[in-house]
């Protein structure tokens, strides 16, 4: 069997200290073997191990993200139900500006943000964004709607999908399906003309692209591939050029509300426990006057589509941040409320009703969920009165022509008693059927968070920080206050919408303010071991010219949960199997696991692929050692690599995305 490298076929031997006493020429994998291990089928090359090699680099700032100076910097939040940008000048960074406000809105919701929508012409054209998608799409007249493509709430594929890769596809609300990428794209390309048009009107010149740093955020619990699928969205769409990935950074979402509320005043602020602005401080004092040296705190971002919880200890006087838990979350936002009012829906009407006038009259299922998420957001733990619901005309005109009878005798059949119908053509709801929408959503974050402070890592918490859109719910506010019985002060910020937008300039601004984080998975390549008779298993024996070897041993870059500082790297040395090889492509194991033995272990997945291209770097060296450097303390994991013999750059790059 041969093990296929790129354009190359051979083996990569894998250079380093050896534990036996073997050259390390004399290591490699046979072409051919009696039982093909997984790593082989998989055309995994062999690699023989290097002793694992951390280096930590003193000057921790010395990380990727320095390089030119940008006049501005421009952070995207790109939510699930709501988006917008906001920026700073790096000669101002204290002065945080958001988007202007925009046109369209829905009574009693902050139009700071507009909706995550977008609208595309019949001929796949982009028309809209946001209220103006949103506005410009109810406006159509039906039999014309259906030929448009409306997409909203579609962030959440990217965390939902398992193979994501850039032929991933969404649906619109019609039903059509159309890619991903040129979805995201077209969304970021919108709020990079917004913002460029704004910079432009201030400056009174037009405002060049290449002075500004841009920052999109994503939930911390995302995995690479969709990180990565945010960075190829953004090339797609010209908001920065792929030969300079630094102009980008992915901040996560916790994190930048963490960087926003640690410089909090407390005139900025609610404690949930006392429903005060102060807490016994002066108003001007920020949270750090609450906060000494080493206090542990808990974000708790509740959007639209995750909850996101990040763990935080705050080293002064820098104001510098270590994560002390791995971050952790799941699907549980606001938008789980909307599925429940859905399942309530056609527990009344019948879900062949529902599917069918969703397809029919996809703008009028969109009134319909806005008319929802107005009454959701009146929801409270002491209301009394009930709450309506207006049904769009041509709701209760389909539902005659579909069942033959009105939707008020469908209510009366149903066995729902808390739904009524109104006379002015509208779903009344006792507070306690509302409540009940909401009660999945919280139980899932309420049970999440009690796991979280049951760790022996997250112990005396001063402060949980309520943020996100969701975070203004007094459900919500009122269950997290019951799960913590006064272990911590609940504190939630004013503009909690505008957390995560404000701290993810602030991050932009000074990437370097968190400098320990931890890894979220285990991750490692397949190596050959020599074998040890006892220690190694039988069927993972290997023996190729008189010598013995273990098969799939999972040599570990970085284990799950570990604590990895910015600047930190694991080194690693490959060598290609022939001196004619251009390419060398190594696969990356990942696993939920801490310890790893083998990477054909339960849970051991194969999750992207290294890339060593190698061309140029020719020698007349019998042997040529590809020093490779990977960074796993940021965002976003990073591979730098250099020929040692020359001393020149090897391009190095990894690949998350499913090919």
Known sequence: ?????????????????????????????????????????????????LSPSHIQQNDTDSNAHTGPSFIVVVAVDFGTTSSGYAYAFTKEPECIHTMRRWEGGDPGVSNQKTPTTI???????????????????????????????????????????????????????NGKRVNAIDIFAYALAFFKEQALKELSDQAGAEF??????????????????????????????????????????????????????????????????????????????????????????????????????????????????KELYKASGGPYGSI??????????????????????????????????????????????????????????????????????????ALRKSNVDFVKWSSQGML???????????????????????????????????????????????????AVQNMLHGRSRIIIPHDVGLTILKGAVLFGLDPSVIKVRRSPLTYGVGVLNRYVEGKHPPDKMLVKDGKRWCTDVFDTFIACDQSVALGETVKRSYTPAKPSQQVIII??????????????????????????DVTGTETSAARREIQTHMQFGDTEIRAMAVDVATSRTVKASIDFLAQ
């Open 587 to 612: 696969h990356i194991y990942c696993s939920e696991k801490e310890g790893v033995g083998f990477i054909s272990e339960p849970g051991v997945r194969k999750c992207g692929t290294l890339r060593l």
């Open 428 to 478: 009344r709801m006792n507070p306690d059927a509302m409540n009940a929408l909401f009660k999945p959503t919280i139980d899932h974050i309420i049970q999440h968070l009690t796991d979280l402070f049951d760790k022996p890592e997250v112990c005396d918490i001063k402060f949980l920080f309520l943020v996100g859109g969701f975070a203004e719910s007094p459900l919500l506010q009122q």
């Open 119 to 173: 609208l595309l012409t019949p001929d796949r054209k982009f028309h809209s964004f946001g209220y103006a998608a949103r506005d410009f799409y109810h406006d159509l007249d039906p039999t014309e709607s259906k030929h448009w493509l409306y997409l909203e709430k579609f962030k959440m594929k990217l965390h939902t999908t398992a193979n994501l890769s850039i032929d991933t596809e969404l649906h619109a609300a």
């Open 336 to 409: 789980g409320i909307d599925y429940e009012f859905e399942k309530l829906l056609c527990k009344i009407f019948g879900p062949d009703f529902i599917d069918q006038f969703k397809i029919k009259r996809p703008a009028a299922w969109v009134d319909l969920m806005i008319a929802f998420e107005s009454r959701k957001r009146a929801a409270a733990p002491d209301r009394t009165n009930p709450l309506n619901i207006n049904l769009p005309f041509s709701f209760i005109d389909y539902y005659k022509k579909f069942r033959g009878h009105s939707v008020e005798h």
């Open 208 to 321: 060049d692209n290449t002075n500004i740093r841009w920052v999109i955020t994503v939930p911390a619990i995302w995995k690479m591939p969709a990180k990565q699928f945010m960075r190829e969205a953004a090339y797609k769409a010209g908001l920065v050029p792929r030969d300079n990935p630094e102009q980008l950074i992915i901040a996560l979402e916790p994190e930048a509300a963490s960087i926003y509320c640690r410089k909090l005043r407390l005139h900025q602020m609610i404690d949930v426990g006392t429903k005060t602005t102060q807490n016994g401080f002066s108003p001007t004092e920020n949270v750090g006057a609450g906060m000494t040296q080493g206090d542990r705190y808990v974000v708790v971002d509740c959007g639209g589509g995750t909850v996101d919880l990040t763990v935080h200890q705050i080293q002064l006087p820098e104001g510098h941040l």
């Open 1 to 49: 069997m041969c093990n296929c490298l790129g354009e190359t076929q051979g083996t990569i031997k894998q250079l380093g200290m050896m534990t036996e006493k073997e050259s390390a020429t004399d290591n490699i994998i046979a072409d051919a073997m009696a039982t093909p291990s997984p790593a082989k089928s998989m055309g995994d090359p062999g690699i023989t191990p």
